[in-house]
T-cell receptor, first 114, second 112 residues
């Protein structure tokens, strides 16, 4: 595997379920990110981790809980979601948090909340 | 504060024609600017980035963009469109913090 991978690629869950999204980067990067991509809206940054420490949480509801056990893996734990949480969730990584670095994105998990 | 405006949510060009996708930014300090492309059911792929080394930036797949400070613009161009260029294109800016601030995207349609 190369680059940034995400599993599952598609997920359908009810509002009372608990599920987790997984992201893995094979690039040796130190920073990882979760973004939400909804129709008709710009990408929204949700969480940022640097060297396994969370450095930013953009007022995301507590029903989304991130976890970064090491610099290669990032999880997004989901519970009691709402239909408006249906979106494409993208994981990204970068060598560090330095401004000049671009972010490398995974293919995303398409989440549908019923 | 920083923001990105992409003019035109949909752009249609004929195969072989010039591609021009517009991006204007607002930033209180010199920014870093990026163009990403997203094909259906895929993540975002970096096309090119501006980091102040040169105002004309060449990217992958024949795309290039020119940074114009006086116009606060970073438009993306390609001399000759190919059918495979049909995708969603995103301009993004970063000059502080950790986030890439994205525009709403422009959907490029290439017709035969």
């Amino acid at each position: 595997e190369t680059g940034v991978t995400q599993t599952p690629r598609h997920l359908v869950m009810g509002m009372t379920n608990k599920k987790s999204l997984k992201c893995e980067q094979h690039l040796g990067h130190n920073a990882m990110y979760w973004y939400k991509q909804s129709a008709k809206k710009p990408l929204e940054l949700m969480f940022v981790y640097s060297l396994e420490e969370r450095v930013e949480n953009n007022s995301v509801p507590s029903r989304f809980s991130p976890e970064c056990p090491n610099s290669s893996h990032l999880f997004l734990h989901l519970h009691t979601l709402q239909p408006e949480d249906s979106a494409l969730y993208l994981c990204a990584s970068s060598p560090s948090l330095a401004l000049s670095y671009e972010q490398y994105f995974g293919p995303g998990t398409r989440l549908t909340v019923t | 504060a920083q923001s990105v405006t992409q003019l035109g949510s949909h752009v249609s060009v004929s195969e072989g024609a010039l591609v021009l996708l517009r991006c204007n930014y607002s930033s209180s300090v010199p920014p870093y600017l990026f163009w990403y492309v997203q094909y259906p059911n895929q993540g975002l792929q970096l096309l090119l980035k501006y980091t102040s080394a040169a105002t004309l930036v060449k990217g992958i797949n024949g795309f290039e963009a020119e940074f114009k400070k006086s116009e606060t613009s970073f438009h993306l161009t390609k001399p000759s469109a190919h059918m495979s260029d049909a995708a969603e294109y995103f301009c993004a800016v970063k000059n502080s913090g950790y986030a890439l601030n994205f525009g709403k995207g422009t959907s490029l349609l290439v017709t035969p």
